[in-house]
């Protein structure tokens, strides 16, 4: 893994070397902000790799004990991990397992400690897992032609330049907040697609105060460009005499969704900023900076798409 430290403290463009990195043509390709595949979740299916790049590199597949593979993915040691088991807190494929020296198949066992999934096998090992707060102004583009900011701006060099690392999603450059980034695209490739109905979670900014009768309406639907956006949450969180900020969830990714709907709806959006990603939060990440994805929050993601 070459993520270097997740609580030191990158600067938009600190340590990237432009003339470096190796673009590839197929991310330029894909960054540019063409409507192809209208059906697709625009924030989410940024980069939809092809069938071709989707395919896993074959792995070994050797049972391993137990113990030793929740010690592998960090979850205690291995003599703590052995507890675990022994206590019924680990389950695997749905069943608790108590006996020691059990052996399982890291690449197709689903591994659970307390409920929460644990990932064992070589997928995690193989990507990177990472979120970063996108400033405003910033593009939602692995490569930008016009040499505005971009997103490996704000990523040290060595994570910057792995290849086939994509944005999973696109956030209109004056949108701030989560982006998941990765160069997993059997992950990419589910969340990215519309059955999976990834909620995402915005903080808007917009002009107050807001109406009791608009939070309802909001809260039944709105019709953008004559089809329905379906509203999973509305709430007004904050609000002074002349504005408001309001929490959002949708599952359509259309771009401008956010803002067109809250356009509609009579509230103009100030600002805009993403806080969630169906579990993945945005939490107290500063702009511009990024993080990598703890394996518990990995777990999560492969949860919510099946894998
Ligand atoms: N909806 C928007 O309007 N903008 C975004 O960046 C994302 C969702």
């Known amino acids: 893994m070459t993520v270097r430290d997740p609580t030191a ?7 990237r070397d432009p003339g470096d990195r190796d673009p590839d043509p197929g991310d330029r390709d894909r960054d540019r902000d063409d409507d192809r595949d209208g059906d697709r979740d625009d924030t989410l299916a940024a980069e939809p790799p092809g069938d071709r790049e989707r395919r896993e590199p074959e792995v070994s597949s050797e049972p391993v004990r137990l113990h030793k593979l929740l010690a592998q993915a ?13 206590e019924g807190r ?17 690449q ?12 064992v096998g070589d997928r995690n090992r193989r990507h990177v897992y990472v979120i ?12 930008d032609d016009e040499g505005r900011p971009d997103i490996p701006s704000l990523l040290p060099v060595k994570l910057a330049r792995r290849t086939r690392l994509f944005h999973v999603g ?17 992950l990419t490739h589910r969340l990215t697609h519309p059955s999976f109905e990834v909620s995402k979670t915005y903080i808007a900014e917009v002009p107050g105060p807001v109406a009791k009768e608009t939070v309802a309406t909001v809260r039944g639907g709105v019709v953008v460009d004559g089809r329905t956006v379906a509203v999973e949450r509305f709430r007004v969180v904050a609000a002074t005499k002349n504005r408001a900020m309001v929490e959002i969830t949708v599952h359509e990714g259309r771009k401008h969704v956010v803002r ?9 959006v100030r600002r805009l900023v993403r806080v969630k990603l169906g579990p993945l939060a945005l939490g107290d990440l500063p702009p511009g900076e990024y993080r990598e994805l703890a394996s518990a929050e990995v777990g999560t993601l492969y949860d919510l798409v099946g894998l």
Do not use: C
């Not at 680990?90 to 890291?106: C, F, I, M």
């Not at 197709?108 to 990932?119: K, L, N, Q, S």
């Open 260 to 268: 067109d709907l809250l356009d509609v709806s009579g509230m103009p």
């Open 170 to 186: 696109r956030l209109d450059q004056d949108t701030e907040g989560l982006l998941l980034l990765t160069d997993d695209g059997e």
């Open 108 to 119: 197709t066992a689903v591994v659970r400690v307390d409920g929460a999934r644990v990932p």
């Open 90 to 106: 680990v389950e695997v494929d749905g069943l608790v397992v108590t006996e020691l020296g059990t052996k399982v198949d890291p």
């Open 132 to 143: 970063v707060h996108k400033p405003r102004g910033v593009i939602s583009s692995m490569w």
């Open 9 to 15: 403290t990158p600067r938009l463009g600190d340590d």
């Open 74 to 86: 960090g979850v205690a040691s291995r003599r703590a991990s052995e507890e675990l088991i022994t």
